[in-house]
């Protein structure tokens, strides 16, 4: 089975603070994806990495940065957190043999403050 | 234009009933089709996927596709309360998905 876990299932972060979100996965995927879930928005990609140090810009990028050091770890990271960025983060991975099947971590709930 | 468009909901139906999810999406260039369930608080989990025109049945799901009119279809056949959750479609035409803003359905006992 394939396994993503995610460092926190809930965050309470002050506005300006710098928060890291971890990602990592056991199955050896290429590909590693960040979302923002919002009630009436449904999923957006922030950011997403098809290898180790390689990033791409998703559809709502602004104030998020990423980092992939090793294979297994993605991280999202949030140089100045404000309170529209309180969320549900989801991250999520894919081989890159596969036919873009997608497999989610339990998600980290956000709260900023 | 929306990439994937589900119809809207919440979708009601009684126990032992058959629930229809509809889905369409506006790139022909497509290949691949995914349905997600998501419970409330929890994270998407992949349910069904098809790649071919026509019929995937998985248990008491069936996944119908055709690329010819762009939609993709979910079937839950013998609804059970434990179904009740929100599915969402995503389609990919290669590693990036996009999806669908979800239709929450609620089975009846």
């Known amino acids: 089975d394939v396994k993503v876990t995610q460092s926190s299932r809930y965050l309470v972060k002050r506005t300006g603070e710098k928060v890291f979100l971890e990602c990592v996965q056991d199955?050896?995927?290429?590909?590693m994806f960040w979302y923002r879930q919002d009630p009436g928005l449904g999923l957006r990609l922030i950011y997403f990495?098809?290898?180790?140090?390689?990033?791409e810009k998703g559809d709502i990028p602004e104030g998020y940065s990423v980092s992939r050091e090793k294979k297994e770890r993605f991280s999202l990271i949030l140089e100045s957190a404000s309170t529209n960025q309180t969320s549900m983060y989801l991250c999520a991975s894919s081989p890159d043999r596969g036919q873009g099947e997608q497999y989610f971590g339990p998600g980290t709930r956000l709260t900023v403050t | 234009q929306k990439e994937v468009e589900q119809n809207s909901g919440p979708l009601s139906v009684p126990e032992g009933a058959i629930a229809s999810l509809n889905c369409t999406y506006s790139d022909r260039g497509s290949q691949s089709f995914f349905w997600y369930r998501q419970y409330s608080g929890k994270s998407p989990e992949l349910i069904m996927f098809?790649?071919?025109?026509g019929d995937k049945e998985d248990g008491r799901f069936t996944a119908q596709l055709n690329k010819a009119s762009q939609y993709v279809s979910l079937l839950i056949r013998d609804s059970q309360p434990s179904d009740s959750a929100t599915y969402l479609c995503?389609?990919?035409?290669?590693?990036?998905?996009?999806f669908g803003a979800g239709t929450t359905v609620t089975v009846r006992a």
């Open positions: 098809i790649y071919s025109n």
């Open positions: 995503a389609v990919t035409p290669g590693y990036k998905l996009s």
């Open positions: 199955m050896d995927h290429e590909n």
């Open positions: 990495s098809y290898d180790v140090k390689m990033k």
